[in-house]
């Protein structure tokens, strides 16, 4: 029978090489092709395996070019060739007719299953020109729609040029780090930093660069295609296995903060309870930054943390089944963190695709894989969607928060897409209320609905908070009530009132507490207008609790009787910060007072000479004569002994010098060369012994400069250059 069936095939492969070679098709070229990636099919495909899967993205290369192909298998194989264009079927005779990369035809030339395989060039006389390999447009890519977005419809696999993409979004990936090297992520790359190890952050464990191809891989006709394939990528490295360092993560939170990150993706979670990674993620998100994190896998009834913070979008993981989603529970029991168990008002933000394991990706070498899933690609998913939305909405100028991000996404989410599998939820029915929101938070993210309903979201402040109405719900608060948590303080005030690593919170009444710990409750800064968030509003040295409470001075000025010492200076120097004349008190009796020492001069006010010149401070601040200047004041620095640098003190200047027996002489303390001869006053009294008020001391016709540099001496009138004295004769 196989005998037979080899003679049929044989006949077949003639009378359809007969026809093309009618229709003038080309025989096939003989180019050498090399594929690294292909050289393990043999080791992993025995002659025993009698169901065959082949990936035809496995074996193309970018430009790799396709050629349409026949193909007979042998009659006892089954063999499925994914991700190519099949032109005919072959039944009877297991067998196809189809376009498929050049290096997988070569490939299947030489494997064991197969009895024919006959190439064709495609032909130039047809115009339609040549094929070259694609992107993969992977499902959960394409179920959440982002390719309707940056392409052109449904299926889309290339960016159409003007189409929202990512481009220009700062993502920052907080992760194992990633493959920098690797071509589907190397173009988006744009810098990072490894606070594990130091250095680069180059990935050695591959989860960082399995979520980055998912959030960003690039349009470059091979490999994968990512949600937003022209972000701006940052990376944090954090660890090199699953279990990333807690403190690592901090850093790199700030460092995104820092760095002026537009979103912060984080496909982690722990259920130990973080401060520090709870103040991280709470000033990111006030600082405008969309923070993303995973629900996590244990399938505990907990969300894990981050995700579990109010601050951040907690992403679920769900899996096809029947052409419907349902709550992902992987091998092991392991599954996205909600059960039974969980609490219907304790939700998750949203759901995204992830599964088990299934998702095409970037992988370590430059490789790509299938083997990717659970609430980590779910969460990178979600973090590509908000860079779709946040381009969007910069080219129609919307001005959308974290929280409005969130809230378009919560509105615009599948909420009729969900089914139930018996044997994962016993006992539940699909209509059942609550169902989806306790399985599935707000529905299933569709960033192609998401971008539509921005259009008709409304930026509005229902109740005057200073907080929109999408940013109070997805925070929780009360959009009809200024003051949802009735401390006396409104949302909007305590939502703006932050700094790093400490803020005040709008779901919580915390009147009574004292965030900036300065003395002063919360509800008192407040009323006071003084910055609860800052213990010393006015920056003087004094919290704003010892100003209000002890000395009665204003927070906000740091000197509050304007005699120019500030509050803490008085208070620490024995001197009453209410009483404007301290300022003039002249304590080291220099002639300047105690304020304009201070606050002014920056003067030791103990100390009548600061400089140590010769001087006193007032002397240099009121101004001086020198007797030779009489006509005018010499006014010199107190803080710098030697105002024009010229070596002499402005004390030695005013006093004068004994210069060769012949008196005195004076030279000006603001200039260094007083005479203007070339030579500077130190020079001329220390090293040439000359008069620093004359520019010619021996009167021999020579400046003393001249002298100097033609080596003669500037205080013998008989030595001067081209004279014959002793240094030139």
């Not at 992902?328 to 939700?347: C, E, H």
């Not at 009444?509 to 009323?527: C, F, K, M, R």
Request: aromatic residues 10%; glycine residues 12%.
């Amino acid at each position: 029978m196989r005998m037979r069936e080899s003679y049929l095939k044989i006949f077949c492969v003639g009378i359809i090489l007969l026809f093309f070679v009618g229709t003038s098709v080309p025989t096939v070229s003989e180019k050498e092709h090399s594929k690294s990636r292909t050289s393990g099919w043999k080791e992993y495909l025995p002659k025993d395996n009698k169901h065959i899967i082949i990936d035809a993205t496995d074996f193309c290369d970018k430009n790799d070019q396709l050629c349409k192909t026949i193909i007979f298998f042998k009659s006892d194989v089954t063999v499925e060739i994914t991700n190519i264009e099949i032109i005919d079927f072959y039944e009877n005779l297991n067998g196809l007719y189809a376009s498929i990369p050049y290096s997988l035809a070569e490939y299947l030339k030489h494997s064991w299953f197969t009895d024919y395989v006959v190439l064709f060039e495609q032909s130039s006389a047809s115009g339609s020109g040549s094929y070259y390999c694609q992107d993969t447009l992977d499902w959960g890519v394409d179920d959440i729609d982002a390719e309707k977005v940056w392409g052109t419809s449904e299926g889309s696999k290339d960016v159409a040029p003007d189409h929202v993409s990512g481009e220009g979004i700062k993502v920052c990936l907080i992760d194992s780090g990633i493959d920098t090297d690797h071509d589907d992520l190397l173009p988006n790359y744009k810098g990072g930093i490894d606070y594990f190890d130091g250095g680069t952050p180059e990935d050695t464990y591959g989860h960082g660069t399995a979520c980055a191809g998912v959030i960003s891989a690039i349009d470059n006709q091979w490999g994968t295609i990512g949600v937003a394939p022209k972000i701006d990528l940052y990376v944090v490295r954090a660890g090199n296995d699953e279990m990333l360092s807690p403190s690592a993560i901090n850093a790199g939170i700030y460092w995104a903060i820092d760095q002026g990150m537009d979103i912060i993706s984080m496909s982690h979670g722990s259920h130990v309870f973080d401060e520090d990674m709870r103040r991280g993620v709470e000033e990111a998100y006030r600082r405008g930054i969309i923070v993303v994190a995973g629900a996590g896998n244990e399938n505990s009834g907990h969300l894990a943390k981050p995700a579990a913070y109010i601050s951040v979008l907690g992403v679920g993981s769900v899996e096809q089944y029947n052409g419907e989603y349902v709550k992902w529970v992987g091998p092991n029991g392991r599954g996205s963190n909600y059960d039974d168990t969980i609490n219907i008002f304790d939700y998750l933000d949203f759901v995204a695709p992830g599964g088990t394991e299934d998702i095409y990706t970037t992988t370590l070498n430059n490789g790509h894989s299938n083997a990717f899933g659970g609430t980590s690609a779910a969460t990178a998913h979600v973090a590509g969607v908000c860079a779709l939305m946040l381009e969007n909405a910069e080219k129609n100028n919307q001005q959308l928060s974290p929280g409005d991000i969130r809230h378009i996404l919560q509105e615009s989410a599948q909420k009729d897409c969900f089914a139930i599998d018996a044997n994962q939820i016993s006992g539940h029915q699909g209509d059942e209320i609550g169902y989806v929101e306790k399985y599935h938070g707000s529905g299933l993210v569709n960033v192609r609905a998401a971008i539509d309903y921005s259009f008709q979201y409304i930026l509005t402040d229902t109740d005057g908070d200073g907080l929109t109405d999408g940013e109070e719900k997805a925070y929780k608060l009360n959009f009809l009530d200024s003051d949802s948590d009735g401390d006396g303080m409104p949302d909007g005030w305590e939502f703006a009132q932050f700094a790093r690593g400490c803020y005040l919170d709008p779901c919580i009444n915390d009147a009574t507490s004292d965030a900036d710990e300065d003395g002063l409750t919360n509800i008192q800064e407040y009323q006071g207008l003084t910055n609860p968030v800052n213990s010393d509003t006015d920056n003087d040295g004094l919290t704003d609790g010892e100003e209000v409470n002890i000395y009665g001075t204003n927070p906000f000025r740091p000197d509050t009787d304007y005699d120019g010492l500030s509050d803490s200076w008085e208070v620490a120097n024995g001197y009453d910060p209410l009483d404007p004349a301290d300022g003039s008190i002249d304590t080291d009796g220099d002639g300047i007072g105690n304020g304009d020492e201070t606050s002014i001069y920056n003067t030791d006010y103990l100390d009548p000479d600061t400089d140590n010149d010769g001087l006193t401070d007032g002397e240099e601040v009121y101004g001086f004569t020198v007797p030779t200047f009489i006509e005018r004041k010499f006014y010199t620095d107190p803080t710098n002994p030697d105002t024009d640098g010229d070596g002499l003190t402005d004390g030695e200047e005013k006093a004068g010098f004994d210069i060769a027996g012949v008196g005195e002489r004076y030279t000006d303390p603001t200039d260094p060369d007083t005479d203007g001869d070339g030579l500077d006053d130190r020079m001329e009294v220390a090293v040439c012994h000359t008069d620093p008020r004359d520019t010619d001391t021996d009167d021999d016709g020579y400046t003393d400069y001249e002298e100097f540099c033609a080596g003669t001496d500037p205080t013998d009138p008989t030595d001067y250059p081209g004279g014959g004295g002793w240094l030139n004769p």
